[in-house]
């Protein structure tokens, strides 16, 4: 009876003009809420899924008004966007795909993350904190005195004729000189082209070469640990390769990092080069704001593909700028004044959001770290957090691992109670990795924040808001405000519910990459074509009874065995799940039963022995934690992984030592030890 009630009084409202609101979905209870009171209480800015199902409606409904009333209440513009300013097409079948935020506004991301707070009054909070690679070198900047810093470079810049939509190549280490950079070429509409300080010469050349840098800002040398790597005499020979290739750079900064080495020992080209300690000290402190067009291009980022040369994700001032400030905001509950510790090097997309922009954008404090998690001791991270109170800590799960082997003592004795949120990006998180985050590194009081997003993505896509819902380790969990994510079959169709498939993303998000850098037709072919109507993210994902993404790796690395397809992702977690296992990277090798057959490459805890008792654990886990199926047809013993500095294993050398290819394994020195493929070499059948 009271049921049919409810249905005629529904049937009445549809048949009615008042649109019906949407129906309250009520979620089983929210443990995580318990768990972090204090970030759920006085930090968290949506404190359930409930709050977050009401907005992200929203914000899928409306994308239009959604992101407007967020740009201009939140952010500076000199003029405003349009009414309707969002416009895009990710239907390559339906003609040029793009995508476009903001239309008719003018803004500028240097003066939205300093000049803003300093016209507020809060030009004596901090912006940045350096810590350096030795303790006790150290630097803090108020807002005032960033900003001051980045004009005078910024004035530099002009007077060396860099102009509006020129391009400007950066190749430094983690030192606050790098986030100046980046803000002055921001402040004077110049694109920002940074090259990781990893990157060899002839990486460096292609890249100064392929924007045509008008100017290359540089530092003398770094010290990574014990390690002192001469930036200088690298970035001389890229600009050498450069001019081969036809681009000669007629200007270079040198920052002299007095850390490293005397200044007369630096090799200087005489009218070409110039320390930034000369040059720019005598520049004006004061510098006008280049306002621009929302879609003017902001930076410039290399980042490599399965196939091909390494392309350049563009991405737009406007749009980025509101992305990026509000995925800080949201995900890593940032308030202003909290001190915040993303360890990615700015030459990745991690630290171009989240050391350089997202943190000024919140008015928070980002800590910039040169050094590495290991040096002096594997304790160094856990000192940092105490000395500087971090509240957000934000790393790649190769991090946590790789500490994880040195066990709990070095976390243990550090007192880490400043912290609130851990943030992981990078690579999916396996669960083992995850408990001990949260329970050692966060003492089970932090919320473990694991995103998914992309250099293309421009900021987070896939995320669990703190406290707002329940987390599951190893899952991303839920899209961010405005991201419309979807799995695709083999055929290009969408699955819906439960779920597995290639992770698509259905329309256009402000942080969304522009295009790869003078070639539109890769730009479609790459992330359109694949999935036409369809961003395509080249990861797999599943979907389950939450709505909960999982992330299970590039679809690229997945194998197929006897016709079941297995995220390598997947077997490594198990693998890591043993107790002694400290690290794995699986890859396929041809098999002539089952077409791939799995190899994986394990690196035990420190003080474990090799075994072969231990090599039947392992599968034996596998097999339970899986499936026989996924059982490794190889364990190869790997004291250590081919690692790139920014930390992603690189599979491509595993998969040649795999299929015993060993003349083929291609260009290794970009690795941040390329002494370990000879090793892995070595190991190969023991
Ligand atoms: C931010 C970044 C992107 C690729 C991406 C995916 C992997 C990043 C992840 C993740 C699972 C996460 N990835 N975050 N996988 N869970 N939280 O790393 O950008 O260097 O362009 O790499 O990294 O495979 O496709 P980028």
Known sequence: MLVSFITLLRKARHDGAAPEAPKPVSYPPNKAAEEYPDVWQNMAYIKSREEYDVMYQRSIKDPNGFWRDIAVKEYAWQTEPHE?????????RKGKVFSRWFRGGKTNMCYNCLDRHVEAGHGGERAFIFEGNSPGVQAEATYAEALSEVNRLANWLKAQGVRRGDFVALYMPMILELPYAMLACARIGAVHAVVFGGFSAEALAGRIEGCKAKVLITCSATMRGAKPVNLKAIADEGCEHAKAKGHEVPKVLVYHNPECGKREDVNMVAGRDEFWQD??????????????????????????????????????????????????????????????????DCGWVTGHSYVTYGPLLQRATSLVFEGVPTY????????????????????????????????????ARCDRS????????????????????????????????????????????????????????????????????????????????????????????????????????????????????????????????????????????????????????????ALVAHKHVAESAVVGYNHPIKGQGIWAFVTLKEGEEYSDTLKKELITTVRTEIGPFAAPDVIHWAPGLPKTRSGKIMRRILRKIAANKLDELGDTSTLADPAVVQVLIDMRGK
């Open 279 to 344: 040059a720019v000290p005598h520049q004006s402190p004061q510098c006008p704001v280049e306002w621009v067009d929302a879609e003017h291009p902001l930076f410039l980022l290399y980042t490599s593909g399965s196939t091909g040369k390494p392309k350049g994700v563009v991405h737009a001032t406007g749009g980025f700028m509101v992305f990026v400030g509000q995925t800080t905001k949201y995900v890593f509950a940032v308030h202003p004044g909290d001190v915040f510790w993303c360890t990615a």
């Open 418 to 573: 400043s912290l609130r949120i851990l943030g992981s990006v990078g690579e999916p998180i396996n669960p083992e990795a995850w408990r001990w985050y949260r329970d050692v590194v966060g003492s089970g009081k932090c919320c473990v924040c694991d995103t998914w997003f992309q250099t293309e993505t421009g900021g987070h896509m896939i995320v669990n808001l703190p406290s707002a819902w329940t987390e599951k380790p190893g899952s991303a969990s839920l899209p961010f405000f405005g991201v419309q994510p979807c799995l695709c079959d083999e055929k290009g169709r969408e699955v819906p519910g439960v779920a597995e498939g290639t992770l698509c993303i259905k329309t256009s998000w402000p942080g969304a990459i522009r295009g790869v850098f003078g070639d539109q037709k890769r730009f479609e072919e790459t992330y359109f074509k694949p999935f036409p109507g369809h961003y395509f993210s080249g990861d797999g994902a599943r979907r389950d009874e939450d709505g909960y993404y999982w992330i299970t790796g590039r679809v690229d690395d997945v194998i197929n065995v006897s016709g079941h397809r297995i995220g390598t992702a997947e077997v490594e977690s």
């Open 84 to 92: 309707h300013h969002y416009t895009s097409n990710f239907d390559v």
């Open 376 to 411: 002096p001791t594997p304790s160094r991270c856990w000192e940092v957090v105490d000395k500087w109170q971090v509240k957000q800590f934000y790393t790649a799960p190769t991090l946590i691992r790789s500490l994880m082997r040195f066990g709990d003592d070095y976390v």
